[in-house]
Each structure stands twice: as C-alpha cells, then as structure tokens.
C-alpha cells in the first residue's frame, strides 16, 4: 500500500469490542496504520470491564467516547471490521470487509472479557502483520 492503511472497527454500542481492539491497533501500528471505531447505536460509555481489561497492559481507554457510524466513515475506510452489527453496517464497492465473531463483554466482569481481549489481540496482530508486512 503507497498510502496509510485505514481500518474501521465496527460493533453495535461501539462500548466493548470495537474500543479494544482500536486501541490495540493503534498500539501496535505505531502510526502506521489509521484507526476508527463506530457504532451502529453507541452506548453513552466505555464498557468497564473492557477498559479494565485494557488497562491490565497498560493501555487506557477511558477517556473514548462511543460514537456513531457514519457512511463517511465506512468511505475513508479501507478495510472495515464489524464485530456484530449484523446489517446495520453500510456496505460500499471496493472495501474490504471481515466480520470477526466475538462474544459480546456487554454486562460481563472482568474475567469473561480478558479472553474477549485477547483473541481480538490475537486477531490485531495478525492484521497489522497482513498490512505493514
């Protein structure tokens, strides 16, 4: 890729999942990668346990405020990830979508979202490999 890729994490209150694993993608980017997150009804926080969880590797979430998806964004975006937004993500020619099945750490304690927040590390990793490799 001549230009820096651009990825859109996607998950329905943009709380959980989708705020993990941009703050893990902008970690491991180093800046070398542009990094959203949106949500199709976007939750009025931060889910706790998520940014607990985050916060066990010394990466801070707390101050990311769930926003909504906009068709911009999907537009500015080269490879979107939806984690559960079924068919609320708009769809456009020419992006390339992977839709990663996660289990939902809405309502969950810390110890059911840390294996959330690790297969989306995992998942992370591979795609910064894939798109900087």
């Not at 209150?13 to 949106?38: C, E, K, P, T």
């Not at 080269?78 to 020619?93: A, E, N, Q, R, S």
Request: net charge negative; hydrophobic share 40%; charged share 25%.
């Amino acid at each position: 890729m001549s230009k820096t890729p651009e990825v859109l994490f996607v998950c329905v209150h943009n709380a959980g999942r989708s705020q993990m694993a941009a703050a893990l993608l902008q970690h491991y980017g180093m800046g070398r990668i542009a990094v959203r997150s949106a949500g199709s009804e976007p939750a009025e926080k931060v889910n706790p346990a998520a940014a607990a969880a985050l916060a066990e590797w010394g990466l801070d979430i707390t101050a990311e405020v769930p926003s909504k998806l906009t068709t911009s964004d999907v537009e500015a975006s080269d490879v979107v990830i939806t984690m559960g937004c079924g068919d609320t993500c708009p769809v456009f020619p020419g992006k390339r979508y992977l839709d990663w099945q996660l289990e939902d750490p809405a309502g969950q304690g810390i110890d059911a979202v840390r294996p959330i927040r690790d297969d989306i590390d995992r998942r992370v990793r591979g795609l910064v490999a894939e798109l900087l490799g």
